[in-house]
T-cell receptor
Framework: DAGVTQSPTHLIKTRGQQVTLRCSPK?????VSWYQQALGQGPQFIFQ???????QRGNFPDRFSGHQFPNYSSELNVNALLLGDSALYLC???????????????FGPGTRLTVT | GENVEQHPSTLSVQEGDSAVIKCTYS??????FPWYKQELGKRPQLIID???NVGEKKDQRIAVTLNKTAKHFSLHITETQPEDSAVYFC???????????WGAGTKLIIKP
């Protein structure tokens, strides 16, 4: 049973560039949440995708966007990168309660993004 | 807005002793309270969770207690071992909100 996977593991980008991060949820899960974790801090909620739509968003600018595919995998896109976007980007998958899930979220290993 | 306060920020205990980390939440409608363990450079791992209809839950050396009246919940680790060293995060959630509200984390250090 595959857990949550993310790619790439590490990424180095230059200010102003755009980046796409990918996440495959745990087998059987249908919901993907994305988080940003700066060094020494807790995860900050970016948004959550369910049924291929963004259904809740945290306090992040429109430069952060996402997508969910029919197979439940998801992408996080960040445009016009800033130095402050350097962080560990985590995705977490879960099963929606309407499908019998609880609230448990399981995290992938993360993508370490460095913006120079 | 909703928030979760977590204390202490750093906790150092002797190997074999117990450790207790406390969280206070602001949203009285919160009904789900997970605890995550994050080792350096790794992903947060769900170690235990509790729902508001339960006062205590145990899993081997780990237990979580919930006081809904005081809006407090705590993580208890007994017989601590070196591999318990990590950052621990508490979080809360209400039914109508899809996101977890996270505490700031507690760095647990187990001294040999």
């Amino acid at each position: 049973d595959a857990g949550v996977t993310q790619s790439p593991t590490h990424l180095i980008k230059t200010r102003g560039q755009q980046v796409t991060l990918r996440c495959s949820p745990k087998s059987g899960h249908d919901t993907v949440s994305w988080y940003q974790q700066a060094l020494g801090q807790g995860p900050q909620f970016i948004f959550q995708y369910y049924e291929e739509e963004e259904r809740q968003r945290g306090n992040f600018p429109d430069r952060f966007s996402g997508h969910q595919f029919p197979n439940y995998s998801s992408e996080l896109n960040v445009n016009a990168l800033l130095l402050g976007d350097s962080a560990l980007y985590l995705c977490a998958s879960s099963l929606d309660s309407r499908a019998g899930g609880g609230y448990e979220q399981y995290f992938g290993p993360g993508t370490r993004l460095t913006v120079t | 807005g909703e928030n979760v306060e977590q204390h202490p920020s750093t906790l150092s205990v002797q190997e074999g002793d117990s450790a207790v980390i406390k969280c206070t939440y602001s949203d009285s409608a919160s009904n789900y309270f997970p605890w995550y363990k994050q080792e350096l450079g790794k992903r947060p791992q769900l170690i235990i969770d509790i729902r508001s209809n339960v006062g205590e839950k145990k899993d081997q050396r780990i237990a979580v207690t919930l006081n809904k009246t005081a809006k407090h919940f705590s993580l208890h680790i007994t017989e601590t071992q070196p591999e318990d060293s990590a950052v621990y995060f508490c979080a809360s959630k209400r039914d109508s909100n899809y996101q977890l509200i996270w505490g700031a984390g507690t760095k647990l250090i187990i001294k040999p």
